[in-house]
C-alpha cells in the first residue's frame, strides 16, 4: 500500500499498481533506466505512484467541480415540462435531487436518465415540507432551487465561473425570473427571486404554499427554534416579516417560467389546489396580510376581479409599510383597479404610493393611466415620463461583481415598464396634440427599447399618416426605420413643421433603396413590418414587402387574403383560397371561420366568376343553399339590364332562415369592409328583394349599410326600390 497526501485531502491510502505483464519483462531496461522511465516500472517504483496519484487527483478535482452546484426540485406530472428544465442545465455538471411528490407519469423515470437522485415523498399539501426533504442530502457548496416549468435561458456557464470567487459572507444570492405571462415577446413579469444559496447554512423552507426560505441566525442560537430565523425573500411576494438585512446580490444566471401563461393555466387545476390551500392557512390565521395578497393573486387567476380587490384592499390595510412584498401588493392592488375601470380608487392608491416607491416604474405607469382617463392628459406625460426615468435610477441591475454592498433589489415589474411601454403613451399623447416631430421621436425611442413592440409600429404608421403622409412613403420611412437608420425625425421625412401643418413634401431620393426589404435582418421583423404597414391601411405596400420573400414571413393565409382583397387584387385573392383552402378542408374535414368563408366567396364573385366547386365543397351544409341562391341571383343579376324578381322558393329559403340572414348581412359588410362597393351594391340589392316581404329588413340594413360605408370612408348609395 501506498500513502499520499495531497492538498486536496487529507491522508488516503491507494492498492499497489498491477505487475507488467510476462512479454515486457524481457525488454526491461536497468534500474536507472526504469527509474527514469515512468513507461516500465515495476512495483514500487515511482511510475506506479506517480499515475496513480494523477488518477486520483484527476478525480478529486472533477468530485470537487461537481460539488459546486446542486439542483434541487419538487415535481409532480412534469413529463411535459421536466425534459426541457434538465435540458438546460445539462452541461453544468451538477447534483441534481428532484423530490417527486406522487406523479402518475413518467416524471421519475425521466429523471433519472438524466441522471438525478430520485426521491419519493407522499404530497402532504405542503410547499415547504416537501422542499426540505433533499435540503440535508446536499453534497455541494451552493444549492438552485428550480421548479420543472422553469428552464436557464443564460448566465448558467458565467455562474459556475463566479461561484468560487463568492466571498464567504455572501450565503444567498438573486436569480432573474421571467414571468410568462402572453404569447408576444412583450408580455412577461421580471422578478428576482433568492433561488440560489449555500448548503448547510441553516436554510429551509416554512410555509403550506408560496413557501418563504428562512434562515437560522447564529446571533440567536440561545432562542427558541420557532423564533430563530433571518426570513430571506425567497419570491418577490413570499416573506411576511420585515426585511432589515442587506439585500442579496444578484447572480448572472436567467430563467424563464411560462407556468403563468393561460393555456398553462387552463390546462392544470393548480390555482384552485393554490385556493384551497390559502384557505386553509387562513382558517388558521385570518388575519395575516400575506395570505390574504396571495388569495387576491389567486383570485386574480380565476378571473374573479371583485373578491380579489377585496382581498387586496385587506391585506394592503394590514401589511406593515416595511414588508418586503409591500411594493408588489400595490402593484397588483392598482393594476386590478385600472382592469375594472375604477381609476379614481387606483388614482387614490397610486397618488400616495408612487411617493413611497419613487423608482417603481410600474407605479408611475399605472398612475398615468389614471390621469389620462381623468382627461389630465399633460400630468398623465410627466408620470409616463417619470416612469421613462426609473430605469436610469435604478441603473444597470445585471451582475457586474459579488460584493455585500450589491444596491436594494429591483422590483416586480413588467417588462418594458421603464422603456417601451412608458414612451409609447407619451408619444400618443404628443401625436394627440400636434406635436409629430416629438411622437415620432418617442415611438422611435420605444422601438429602441423592443425592436418587436407593435403599439409602437402602429403609432408611427399613424402619426406619419395624420401629418399628410403616402402610404408608399410610410412604407418607406418604417423600412428605413426597421433598418436601423438613425436620426429619423418627421422633418426630414415630408419637409413640414412639428405640428403637421405643412404640405406634403416630395419624395427623396434618400429612401430610393427603402423598396429592397432584403436588408430586413429578421424574419421576426419582416413579419412585424409587414402587420404595421397592413394595419394602417397601406396593403399594397404591405403585399409588395411581403411577395419579395413571402417564405421568411410568417403571414397567415387568411390575413394575406384579406389584404389582396383591399388592395383590389381579386385573382391574386382567388388563387391563394383555391391553393391554400380547397384541398385542406376537404382531406381535414374542418370549416373555415366564416369571415373566411365570406372572403373566399367574394374572391369568386370580384373576378365575375361564379362559385367554384371546391368552395361550395367546403361550406358547411347549414350555409350551403345560402351560397348557392346568392350564386343564382347574382349571376342572373349581373347579366340582365333591370332588377329580377326572385323565385318563391329561394325567397323563403333566405327570408325564414335566421342563419341565411345572418350570413347574407355579414357578406354585404364584408364586401364593403373591402372596399368591393360595385359587389356589395349588388349584394345589398338582392338582399333587399328577397327580403322584401320580412317587415322592415330591407330598411333596417340600408341604415346598417350605409353605416358601413361611412366608418370605411367609402361613397354610399341608397338601396334600390
Sequence with gaps: MYWCRSVFSNIHVFPTAPALSAHQAPSMCSSMDKAHNPFFCHIGTWGSLWWTSCTFLYWRWLRLQNRLLGIHMIVQNEEQYLPRCLDSLKHAGTEWFITDTGSSDRTAEIARTYGATVLHARWEEDFAQARNISLPLANTDWILVLDADEYVTQGLEELLNDLPKVHKSISSMRITIENLVGEAAEEKVISHPVRLFRAHQGYRYTGRIHEQLVRSSPRKANRDADTDTDIIIM?????????????????????????Y??????????????????????????????HLYNLGVTYCQLGQLEPAMDAFHESLRRTDVLAPYRPTLVRDYAKVL?????????????????QRYPSYADLHLLYGVTLEQQGLEERAYQAYARASDCQKELGNTGHTEYSTSTPGAPYVTEAGSDGYRAYTPMARLAQKRGFFQEAVHLYGLALDSLFTYGPAWTGLADVLQQSGETDKKIAQ???????????????????????????HGSDRSDYSTADDPNVMTTDEHLTHMVYVLAGCGAYEQALNLLDTDARRARIHAADRMYWMLCAGKVSDALQLAENDWADVCVEQHTNLPLEHRINWGLACW???LRLSDSFLVAMPPQEKDVWKVMDRLLNKLSNQLG???????????LQWSPQAQMVTE???????????????EQLHELRAMIMRDHRGAPRRFGV?????????GTPWQPPIS
Design 235 to 259: 419570491e418577490p411576494h413570499s416573506c411576511e416579516e420585515d426585511l432589515h438585512a442587506e439585500t442579496e446580490p444578484l447572480a448572472p444566471l436567467c430563467l424563464v417560467h411560462d407556468g
Design 261 to 290: 401563461l393561460a393555456s398553462t393555466i387552463a390546462e392544470g387545476n393548480k390555482p384552485r389546489r393554490n385556493l384551497k390551500m390559502i384557505e386553509r392557512e387562513l382558517a388558521d390565521d385570518p388575519a395575516q396580510p400575506f
Design 338 to 354: 385600472v382592469g375594472a375601470e375604477q381609476y379614481n380608487a387606483a388614482y387614490v392608491l397610486l397618488a400616495v404610493e408612487r
Design 477 to 503: 420611412i418604417l423600412l428605413s426605420r426597421a433598418r436601423g437608420i438613425e436620426g429619423l425625425d418627421l422633418s426630414e421625412c415630408s419637409g413640414h413643421s412639428g405640428h403637421g401643418n405643412g404640405r
Design 606 to 608: 370580384g373576378n365575375e
Design 643 to 653: 332588377p329580377r324578381e326572385p323565385a318563391s322558393e329561394e325567397q323563403q329559403l
Design 666 to 680: 355579414k357578406i354585404v359588410e364584408q364586401a364593403v369592409k373591402t372596399g368591393q362597393l360595385t359587389l356589395a
Design 704 to 712: 346598417s349599410l350605409q353605416v358601413c360605408c361611412i366608418v370605411t
